[in-house]
């Protein structure tokens, strides 16, 4: 006993630490994006074919791409372009899969059965060919993307959303209200929606950078935004031949801001996780 409380306030200090850190990169990020592009007066498509493919320096703290072009800016609009896709997506998606998988979960017999197998039909293809499949029939731009990865990555939400629902309506304040006269819609609206709105925040959360790596692969394979768009998929899709060349920088610093905001936001998300599930968070401490 006198060893799980000492290690107690420490790994209560480690999700602090944790979330104060996941934070700071998520506000570093959001005012890198809105801030740099004004205060910066640089045009990132501008081309300076004398100054190609330089190593990081003052001038160019992330190096020049293989046209001249400013490193640090072409990702930062690249991040601006992938974090819209990301959110946009996710909230989308996050609003499709509650609606299902409230329905499904209130409706019950048959409606939550042929929900449910279409749900299973979905999840049994890939996302990304899915994804793939729904932007091909459109021409590359930022709103093909979105609608893509809104429409391949619900499945799992209206998955949590249908079993929270299915555990509420066991509640004995579900029986009282329906015994009250309350109607089916009433009791969705006021009572099922409001109690797994932390769940679906949750999934959309961890949607985000979910959403980021899928418009990045479709752009790196061509059916994302246009190739002279800055995006972040766009930026490593261009800089594979700098790369075999030996010229690493290209390459790295998209790569990194791809990375470290999935890293802050599955921070934020882990202590988001721990904070609405106590159950969970008492026996991670064990």
Known sequence: ?????LRQPARGAARRTRVVTSAAILVTVVLAVLLVPPLVQLDQQAVDLGAKLRPPSPAHPFGTDDVGRDLLLRCVYGLRVSLLVGLVAALTATVIGTAVGALAAASGGWTDRVVMRLVDTFSSVPHLLLGIFVVAMFRPGVWPVIVSVAL????STARIVRSEVLSLRSRPFIDAAISGG????????????PGVLPQAGLAAVLMVPHAMW???????????LPTHQASLGNLVQSARGSLLAGDWWPTLFPG???????????????????RINPRRRSELML
């Not at 006993?1 to 409380?5: G, P, R, T, V």
């Not at 391949?152 to 499945?155: A, D, E, G, N, R």
């Not at 899928?214 to 394979?221: M, P, T, Y």
């Open 214 to 224: 899928h418009e990045s692969a479709l752009s790196f394979l061509g059916l994302g």
């Open 182 to 193: 309350a109607s089916r819609g009433r009791v969705i609206v006021r009572h099922l929606l």
């Open 256 to 274: 990194l801001f791809l990375i470290i905001p999935t890293l802050a936001l599955a921070g934020l998300a882990g202590a988001w996780r721990e």
């Open 152 to 155: 391949t990555h619900w499945l």
């Open 1 to 5: 006993m006198a060893d799980l409380a």
